[in-house]
């Protein structure tokens, strides 16, 4: 049991997007393997934790979940930038909730760290049928702001672990290359106890494998 | 010094002549914004600063607006920030004297009207100089107490507020750090929010660390500071709640509450026993077990995960130690037992750990005996025993050493324990018996050897004692009524139990359940006589009895085979004054019960007797009523959910606990049904009634729920009343059919008979044909042989022809 809590590293993720996109079921189906069809709108905003592994190692991602709402906007922004990952979501059949992603994207440029990973998502891609946002527009947004990008389903759980765990991929290879400054809590990023007594900062080790 | 002569240059006119503080404080605040020279505006300020104690309004009316300005403008200026910072301060503080109308709110309202002020302030944070963040901090918690609201909205949309003033948790300087904590304490009451970012911005870890650094809960005021910082930031917070657990806090309590893996050796634990215990400590030490209730709150979502989080890292183990076998002040350990309590209640593998768990026993007696130091070796070496016991000993006052609060509290604990636990009761049923007295296992007690059960029994019947302290009884009666509560196997064991001269002569052992109805006999009797038997009493017992009786027709017999124990119900129902409303309306109930519960096993006292009693000697309007003002009596009404004593109840001599919560929902729940029964004959009694677990104290949802049981209620008469025609449809369709297959039965029947008759005579003319053929056959052979015997008696005639004319005269006569 004891060894549920050890964890080489804890990183941290918020998920913003408009209202309605899908936010609060990603992280459900993520942390329950779970679809609740009828969600309650988020207020304010709600955590939730889960082990991945990453080449190896433990890393616990704590996710803040954020109510997309207007009113809740200046609430949100105060978790910025305290997350080293942020999944920006909007919903392939709503093409607005598309249209908002620049002012998602801005908002999170200024408040944010700016090493953090950002992963844009184009969810509910179960409703085909319904589809206003094609597969390639999502790619090519993305790409043009440097963002990774996939197109999930909460509903039946299409690549939302990979979502989840491809940016955990990303910060985890951030972090093996010095990019965080990862003695400081405030970045979003903690490393486990065990690694940090024996003083093996990742920074120093691994930078030494890549050499090699 | 320059600064002070230039500044108070001002307070002189031209000619030396004093001025009015307004034109002096209009010429201050001018100065400092329009003078070129720096030093100038400093000075000015200072000035200000020297008349805002004495001249708050003036000072305030004229120059917020333009301090505001040069604050902003010149914030990098530490000299200048400084004193404005403590101008305002001054300003917004009101006097104390007259707080509603004060200056200090108008001012105050001026500026955080604005939010950007606020936001100037928590930018201001970012200078490191000491008085700067000093002021900066106090003038913020001085806006927050007056407007919390304003102030708590715009620290929540300045997206660097938060952390900012997060930071100041880490300032190396005592102070500072302090004054943050306080500020951020009061910003986290009651704002879910800021509550949530709070504690994103890693506020547990950085609060656990500064508790440990400062030495724990030995430390001081500081760790009582963090942790209801903690606790403002988890209660009615569910994510937090969550965040905390995921983050392995809940891990860190047990090394804060003294606990450590090198438990087992021996000197630790000594040093764990007999720890000192200052204010400072006390304090700390409650509000981290207010945290532990917290998040195991009876009923929450999150409360079986964090009760299993919590057993498992051993914060149950420590909680059970400080509450039952540590010498901490009854305080403490009345807080700690609730904890206890919470921590296992509905988890079976908590009340299953608690029912494993032995604590040695602590013995300030016997020290003290030994007119000596108090002495850790003696305190423990007296064997452990079970804490299951141990809460007994502590609710019921065994040994005299704990307070009212914290026996309420054991009591609670043991509720818990029994908590949808069959288990449980049935154990502690069976050890109702008391152990026998020669158990060699018992030498090193002095006292004679007791079992849980047997321990409460003798509290439980010892009420003679009770004018000093009802508490025996009651808490006795309390636990045992948990015991017994739903679980006829217990009320089996119990039903078991005589008392006696040690004769194995059943007829004169009194059975427990007569013993507690005698004494209640008795203690009502002397309560009539305003002698030595508390009301509590009575209600203690009769409690137990509705519990006991309810749903078990065999505890009903047993207790009506004793007439008196009826008549002395019907007594005291009836008397019109004299008798305590409680009690009357308890005698109601459980006499309601007995009516209930008779399934006319006793020829003597059947069902219709009792109703007969109750409608002709005490009628039905008056038995109402006396249920109605037991429910409307108000320690009924208020009875604590909790079990808890109000500290000033106790300062007035006995706490006003009258009712144990789950009997007041016990009788809520059954009352109306009892009711129902007694007035209407015809209905059918409900045994085996198993009510819902239902627990509501919403109106609107009782109201709903009312509704949809009237709706049910109509529905089920209206099914009914189709099921009887149906019935008698069937009754009627049944009848005709049946005369239908009858009359055909009949008929089938004769016609047999008839085709048997034929069929027989039938076979008796076949039989006679048969025989005439035979006969028939017999005939023609015999013709035949005549015939033979004819031609040869003719050839023989024809031969003797002329000779014998006889022959032929014979022959006629054969044929």
């Known amino acids: 049991m004891s060894s549920n809590y050890t964890y080489d590293y804890i990183i941290k993720y918020i998920i913003i997007g408009d209202t309605g996109v899908g936010k609060s079921c990603l ?134 672990e990979e979502s989840f765990v491809d940016t955990a991929k990303d910060i985890y290879e951030k972090i093996k290359q010095g990019v965080f400054d990862v003695s400081n809590e405030s970045n979003g990023i903690k490393v486990g106890g065990h690694l940090q007594s024996k003083n093996v900062l990742p920074l120093t080790t691994d930078n030494g494998n890549n050499c090699c | 010094m320059d600064f002070f002569s230039r500044g108070y240059k001002g307070l002189l006119g031209e000619k030396g002549q004093p001025q009015s503080v ?147 948790l880490g300032d190396r300087r005592e102070i500072i750090r302090n004054e943050g904590l306080l500020l951020l304490i009061s910003l986290t009451e009651n704002n879910a929010d800021i509550q949530k970012i709070v504690a994103f911005e890693n506020a547990f870890e950085k609060l656990l660390e500064i508790i440990t650094e400062e030495d724990g809960l ?17 209660r009615y917070n569910v994510s937090n709640q969550n965040f905390f657990r995921e983050t392995s806090c ?54 079986v995960t964090n009760q299993n989080v919590m057993i498992q890292c051993g914060v149950l183990k420590t909680v059970i130690e400080i509450s039952l076998s540590s010498n901490a002040p009854s305080v403490v350990k009345s807080h700690s037992l609730y904890a206890l309590a919470d921590l296992i209640r509905g988890n079976q593998n908590g009340q299953e750990y608690l029912a494993k768990t032995v604590v040695p026993v602590s013995h300030p007696l016997q020290s003290s005996e030994n007119n000596a130091k108090p002495s850790p070796f003696n305190q423990i070496s007296i064997p452990p025993r079970p804490a299951i016991m141990s809460l007994i000993v502590v609710a019921v006052g065994a040994e005299h050493l704990e307070n009212y609060s914290t026996r309420a509290a054991a009591t609670y604990a043991f509720e818990s324990y029994t908590f949808n636990n069959i288990n449980a009761q049935l154990v502690l049923a069976s050890t109702l018996i008391p ?5 060699p296992n018992s030498e090193i007690v002095i006292a004679k050897p007791q079992s849980a059960g047997s321990l409460l029994l003798s509290a439980l019947l010892e009420w003679e004692d009770s004018e000093a302290d009802p508490y025996v009884v009651w808490f006795a009666s309390v636990i045992f009524s948990h015991i017994l509560m739903n679980n006829e196997r217990s009320k089996e064991y119990a039903r078991g139990i005589f008392f006696g001269n040690g004769d194995d002569n059943e007829e004169e052992n009194l059975s427990l359940l007569h013993s507690i109805a005698g004494n209640l006999m008795l203690a009502t009797r002397q309560n009539a006589e305003r002698q030595n038997a508390d009301v509590r ?109 109000v500290p000033e109840e106790v300062a007035k001599g006995l706490p006003e606990l009258y009712f144990d919560y789950v009997f007041v929902e016990f009788f809520k729940k059954n009352y109306e049904t009892i009711q129902r029964s007694i007035r209407d004959p015809n209905a059918k009694s409900f045994s085996g009634f198993k009510g819902s677990d239902y627990q509501g104290d919403n109106d609107s949802v009782i109201t709903s729920y009312k509704d949809v049981i009237h709706t049910q209620e109509k529905e089920i008469s209206q099914l009914k009343e189709s099921i009887k025609q149906l019935e008698q449809q069937l009754e009627s369709q049944k009848l005709s059919a049946e005369n239908q297959l009858s009359s055909l039965n009949n008929e089938i029947d004769t016609l047999k008979k008839t085709i048997e008759t034929k069929t027989a005579d039938n076979v008796k003319l076949e039989k006679e044909r048969e025989d005439l053929y035979d006969c028939i056959a017999d005939q023609e052979a015999s013709v035949k042989k005549y015939r033979e015997r004819l031609i040869a008696l003719n050839q023989e005639v024809s031969d003797i022809e002329e000779e014998d004319d006889e022959g032929e005269g014979d022959d006629d006569d054969e044929e």
Not at chain 1, 101 to 127: C, F, P, V, Y
Not at chain 2, 435 to 439: G, L, V
Request: aromatic letters at 8%; a negative charge; glycine letters at 6%.
């Open chain 1, 27 to 160: 992280l459900l189906q993520f942390t329950d393997r779970r679809f609740q069809p009828a969600h309650d709108l988020t207020i304010g905003v709600e955590f939730g934790a889960r082990f991945v592994d990453v080449e190896g190692k433990k890393i616990k991602l704590q996710i803040w979940d954020t109510a997309g709402q207007e009113s809740f906007r200046s609430i949100t922004r105060s978790y910025y930038r305290g997350a080293a990952g942020a999944l920006l979501v909007y919903d392939i059949t709503r093409r607005e909730t598309f249209d908002h992603l620049l002012i998602w994207l801005e908002d999170a440029r200024q408040h944010s760290n700016s090493n953090t990973t950002i992963m844009l998502i184009g969810n509910k891609s179960d409703l085909e049928s319904k589809r206003a946002v094609s597969y390639a527009e999502g790619e090519a947004f993305a790409q043009q702001h440097g963002l990774f990008f996939m197109e999930t389903s909460a509903k039946t759980a299409d690549n939302v």
């Open chain 2, 22 to 168: 307004e034109d002096t404080v209009a010429k201050l605040v001018d100065r400092a914004s329009n003078s070129t020279l720096l030093e100038d505006r400093r000075a000015a300020i200072l000035g200000l600063k020297g008349l805002s104690r004495e001249y708050r309004q003036e000072v305030g009316e004229k120059g917020i607006g333009a301090l505001l300005h040069i604050l902003n403008e010149d914030k990098a200026d530490i000299d200048t920030t400084k004193p404005i910072l403590e101008i305002l301060n001054i300003l917004c503080t009101p006097d104390r004297e007259d707080s509603a109308t004060d200056v200090a709110i108008k001012f105050t309202d001026e500026i955080v009207q604005n939010s950007s002020n606020i936001n100037l302030f928590l930018d201001i944070l970012q200078e490191y100089d000491f008085y700067v963040r000093f002021h900066d901090v106090q003038l913020l918690s001085t806006l927050l107490a007056i407007k919390p609201d304003n102030v708590q909205g715009c620290v929540l949309t300045a997206p660097m507020g938060i952390s900012r003033l997060m930071d100041l």
């Open chain 2, 218 to 234: 030995n430390g001081g005021i500081i760790v009582q500071d963090c942790l209801h910082l903690i606790l403002n930031l988890l």
């Open chain 2, 250 to 303: 809940i891990q860190k309590i047990p090394p804060l509450l003294s606990f450590s893996a090198e438990y087992q050796h021996h000197g630790f634990e000594l040093e764990f026993l007999t720890q000192d215990w200052h204010e400072q400590k006390i304090a700390n030490t409650i509000v981290l077990l207010e945290l532990i209730k917290i998040l195991v709150v009876p009923n929450n979502m999150n409360t």
């Open chain 2, 435 to 439: 152990p026998p007295d020669d158990n």
């Open chain 2, 537 to 645: 009493v009575l209600i203690g017992y009769l409690c137990i009895l509705c519990i006991w009786l309810w749903d078990s027709p065999i505890s009903v017999r047993e207790f009506l085979s004793e007439s008196g124990h009826l008549q002395m119900l019907i007594t005291s129902i009836t008397q019109s004054s004299g008798v305590d409303a409680r009690v009357q309306g308890l005698c109601a109930f459980l006499l309601g019960i007995c009516y209930e519960f008779n399934h006319n096993i006793d020829p003597q006292i059947t069902r219709s007797t009792l109703q007969q009693i109750l409608l002709n000697r005490i009628g039905y309007d008056q038995f109402v009523n006396r249920i109605t003002r037991l429910r409307e009596s108000p320690h009924f009404k208020h009875a604590s959910q909790y079990l808890q004593v």
